[in-house]
C-alpha cells in the first residue's frame, strides 16, 4: 500500500497523516532523505491496528507501527516520572493534535510536520526560520526533560553546521546530572553518527559550550589547555589539533574506525603534568590504556578500540618514517602490519595528524604503499627458498634481515 493510500484511509476514518521530524527538516536545507517517520492524529490505536491490519507493532513503553518499511506513531502527549531518557508516561488519544505532538519534540527544526495528502508545512515553532538562519534552538522547556537532547543537539549541530543558541546551551547543562542515566549504547549511536558528518569537531565543540564534554568524553575533555610547542602546533592546545585532525579524517576516509582512531591518536597529551609542558614524552604509550577506557565507557565497537590503541602508540613513529634507519623501518612495518588499522589506515590518521597543522611534504610519511611491497615481495616462501635449512628463531631473523637489505635498496 502507497503512503498516499494510507492517508486517504486515515482521512476517511476521521484522522489525518503527517510526515514529521527530521525528514521535513532535511527536505527544506536540500539534504538526502533517508528516513521517514509519520504521525497519524484523529484516530485511535484500535482504529489503526482494524485499518491496517498487516502492520507491525514494535516498541515496549510506546507502540510503533511498520507498514511497507515506513513508521507510524499516534500522536501522544509525554509527562516525565523520573530521571533519564526512558521515564515517561505516554499518552495518545483521537483528541491529541499535531501541535501538541510536535510541542514533545527536542528542536524547532525537528518540530515540524508536513500533511502527506495537502502537503501543508505545520511549523508552530518557528523551525522553517531557524532553518533559514541556521539556529538550533529548543522547541519548548519539555526540552529539558530527556537527557539524551544533549547528546542529539550536538549531533545535529555537526551534521547541519547549525548554531545552537545560548538558551539552549544552558538548557543542556542542565540536564548535566542527568547525562549519566543514559546508556553506553544511546552515547554511542550519538558519537558514531556525529564521526559520520563532515565536521565531527562541531559535536564536541557543542558539549564543550554546554559545560558537559567531561561527562562521558572526560578523555577529550582533558586534552582542554594541554600546551604544545608552539613551532610544531601554532593551533593552539591538544584539544584544537585533536579537533582539527578528527575533520580532516573526515576529508580523507569514509571509515569510522579509522575517523575514531583518529580522535584518540593524541589522548596521552590530556595526562601529561603540567611542569612538562609544552613537551608531551611518552604520550604515545599513555595514549593506549586512555583509549581502552574511553572506549569502555561508551561501548564502541572492540575493531574501534584496536585501531585506536594502534594510533596512540604508532602515530609519533609513523610521522618520522622517513628518517628511521631501514631497520627501524622494516621493524615499524612488520609490527603496524600485523594490525587491524594496518599500514593504509595507520597512514590515514598520520597525514591527518601531520598536515592538519603545518606544511607537510606526503611523501615523507608515505609509508604504506613502500611497506606493504616489502612484506610482499620478502615473505615466508622467498626466504624460504634461498635458506632451506633454517628453522625458528634462526629463520625469523633471516627474514627480518632479508627485508632490511630490501628496504636500503627501495627507500630513499
Not at 191 to 207: G, Q, R, V
Request: proline letters at 3%; one cysteine or more; aromatic letters at 8%.
Amino acid at each position: 500500500m502507497e503512503i498516499k493510500q494510507i492517508a486517504e484511509t486515515i482521512k476517511q476514518n476521521g484522522g489525518t497523516l503527517y510526515l514529521v521530524g527530521g525528514a521535513i527538516r532535511d527536505e527544506l536545507i536540500g539534504k538526502p532523505i533517508y528516513d521517514r517517520d509519520y504521525c497519524v492524529c484523529g484516530i485511535s490505536k484500535e482504529d489503526f491496528v482494524r485499518l491496517f491490519p498487516e502492520a507491525k507493532v514494535m516498541g515496549k513503553s510506546f507502540e510503533v507501527f511498520c507498514i511497507n518499511n515506513e513508521q507510524f506513531a499516534l500522536a501522544r502527549r509525554e509527562i516525565k516520572k523520573g530521571l533519564g531518557h526512558k521515564e515517561f508516561e505516554i499518552e495518545t488519544g483521537t483528541s491529541i493534535t499535531i501541535k501538541e505532538d510536535l510541542a514533545r519534540r527536542d528542536i524547532t527544526i525537528n518540530a515540524m510536520a508536513k500533511d502527506v495528502l495537502t502537503n501543508e508545512i505545520i511549523d508552530p515553532f518557528g523551525g522553517g526560520k531557524d532553518i533559514k538562519n541556521k539556529i538550533i534552538r529548543a522547541t519548548t522547556d519539555a526540552f529539558c526533560e530527556d537527557p539524551l537532547r544533549v547528546y542529539r543537539v550536538a549531533r545535529i549541530a555537526a551534521q547541519t553546521g547549525f548554531y545552537v543558541e545560548e538558551n539552549t546551551l544552558r538548557k543542556m547543562e542542565n540536564l548535566k546530572k542527568e547525562l549519566l542515566t543514559l546508556s553506553k549504547e544511546r552515547v554511542f549511536i550519538e558519537l558514531k553518527k556525529a564521526l559520520e558528518s563532515e565536521k565531527p569537531s562541531i559535536f564536541f565543540d557543542t558539549l564543550r559550550k554546554a559545560n558537559v564534554l567531561e561527562v562521558h568524553f572526560k578523555e577529550i575533555y582533558d586534552l582542554i589547555g594541554s600546551l604544545q610547542p608552539k613551532e610544531y602546533h601554532p593551533e593552539g592546545d591538544s584539544y584544537n589539533h585533536t579537533m582539527i585532525v578528527v575533520d580532516k579524517s573526515a576529508e580523507l576516509t569514509n571509515d569510522i574506525g579509522i575517523r575514531f582512531a583518529c580522535l584518540v591518536h593524541d589522548l596521552g597529551k590530556g595526562v601529561t603534568p603540567k611542569e612538562m609542558y609544552p613537551h608531551h614524552y611518552g604520550h604515545d604509550e599513555k595514549g593506549v590504556k586512555l583509549v581502552e577506557n574511553f572506549g569502555n565507557r561508551i561501548n564502541v565497537p572492540n575493531i574501534w578500540k584496536s585501531y585506536g590503541k594502534v594510533a596512540a602508540k604508532e602515530h609519533m613513529k609513523g610521522g618520522i618514517f622517513s628518517k628511521m634507519s631501514p631497520s627501524k623501518k622494516v621493524q615499524f612495518i612488520e609490527r603496524v602490519g600485523k594490525t587491524k588499522l594496518g599500514l593504509d589506515g595507520l597512514q590515514i590518521v598520520v597525514i591527518a595528524d601531520k598536515c592538519s597543522t603545518r606544511d607537510t611534504k606526503l611523501e615523507n610519511i608515505s609509508f604504506a604503499d613502500l611497506g606493504k611491497k616489502c612484506l610482499i615481495e620478502v615473505n615466508g616462501k622467498t626466504v624460504k627458498a634461498k635458506y632451506p635449512n633454517l628453522e625458528g628463531e634462526k629463520f625469523k631473523e633471516k627474514l627480518h634481515s632479508q627485508r632490511v637489505e630490501w628496504m636500503k635498496k627501495n627507500s630513499f
